[in-house]
């Protein structure tokens, strides 16, 4: 099966970028035509997005381009942070379609949260970047929400939170919505500081912590602190949970991310191709230089098409509906049911 991904950048926005991105997948790809394309786009085409889905249809001769843009772009063999860049992944045509059980939409969402309309009901994974562009069939969505589905081929799913746990599981004794006030026996910022090593306590770091709930929940971001030792967080909790803080540091969520990729390359040897949807806050800026998800990738799947977005949060389906997550990695990982 001939998929393929290209990337393509330069000092300004331009179809040719587009038209070269997509040329290259189609060159490495052996084809001349694509069924479908996998088109993402740096936030630098936020007003230029009809002609560049324009130069795509007419470069892979077909209309089934879906995506969206993005803080920053990425294939199997590199990564764009700071230049206008586009990034695209071709299908073949003369693929057999059929309707896989279950099978969630891909989706693309601008809005600042995740929609009302896709909480609920049919499964879904993806991206979301504010106030990003995001296109199906080659058309802008109006909403800023896009959605497709890839039907001959199967997809696993694995997220990687990168979290290493602090704490013990601890009672919740005072809480209201989203504010936690005590955990423990303590103010939920003394507990806190008392998980955490000696050199972050005096000012700890927000953005780099949160709390988890079981294995089977996702986990619960930290937003501020206040004055009288409460801390707020991203959903509302009650006194019934037991929760543990976590952080997210480079080197273990590096190891957390290789060890999921190689099991995920166990359960799923030789895809035909790869999503990845990073947070911007795991990408190169987190590890210091290089991405290393992608260096993780790279080892796990070595012959296996990438193509990835950096992004303000993932979409993943949980137990009863659909959620947002921040500071993940989500690997989405196709195989073909049936091919020519």
Known sequence: MNIASGLASGRVTSPELVRTAVAMALEKAG????SNVLLFLSRDFDRDVP???RAAAKTAACVAISGCTASGLFTEETWVLDQPSAAALVIPPGLVTIKLRDQPWLSFSGQARLPFAWQ???KRVGMLE???QAWAHAQLASNQCAEIQLPQFDMHLANSTGLRQLSSFQPVHSAAGHRLERL???SALDNLRRALPADLREQPPLHQLCLLRDKDS???NLLSTTVDGSVLLSEAIDTSQSLAWAIRQPLSAELEIRQLLAHAARTCPRPDFSLMFSCFGRGPLFFGSDDRNLCAFRE???DTPLLGCYGNGQIVPGDQENQLLQQSVLTLLFKGQHAV
Do not use: D, E, H, W
């Open 300 to 302: 796990s799947f070595p």
């Open 51 to 53: 002609q560049a889905l």
């Open 218 to 220: 996702f986990p619960l």
């Open 130 to 132: 504010n106030n990003a």
């Open 31 to 34: 084809i001349r035509q694509a």
């Open 120 to 122: 609920k009901g049919s």
């Open 184 to 186: 423990g026996s303590q």
